[in-house]
């Protein structure tokens, strides 16, 4: 599997911004799709996760109520829609891939896309 994140970008703070995470080769609908960020000097910290069907979502207590996972497998991707952005929700943001059941540790994740830039300015 082979994943490339698009849709970072600078905004401001109140602002929303999607992230997609295109995957390519492999069967996508049986991976739980993952976004993590990292923040400058700071480790990889999960965001949130989704099933493989969709029917489930995890998300960390930072970003619960102001951002929502969302895939398509149809299109082989996996969305992140971000409402309410705060300066510390500025970071590097990743999609990533596990073919096994929901984890929210990074290690436990199989693939992992480039990642996007999201800057959120106060």
């Known amino acids: 599997v082979q994943l490339q994140a698009s849709g970072g970008g600078l905004v401001q703070a109140g602002d929303s911004l999607r992230l997609s995470c295109a995957a390519s080769?492999?069967?996508?609908?049986?991976?739980?799709m993952g976004w993590f960020r990292q923040a400058p000097g700071k480790e990889r910290e999960f965001v949130a996760a989704?099933?493989?069907?969709?029917?489930?979502?995890y998300y960390a207590d930072s970003v619960k109520g102001r951002f929502t996972i969302s895939r398509d497998n149809a299109k082989n991707t996996v969305y992140l829609q971000m409402y309410s952005l705060k300066p510390e929700d500025t970071a590097v943001y990743y999609c990533?891939?596990?073919?096994?059941?929901?984890?929210?540790?990074?290690?436990?994740?199989?693939?992992w896309g480039q990642g996007t830039l999201v800057t959120v300015s106060s």
């Open positions: 080769e492999g069967t996508f609908s049986d991976y739980v």
């Open positions: 990533a891939a596990r073919f096994s059941s929901y984890s929210r540790r990074p290690v436990d994740y199989d693939y």
């Open positions: 989704i099933t493989w069907g969709g029917g489930r979502t």
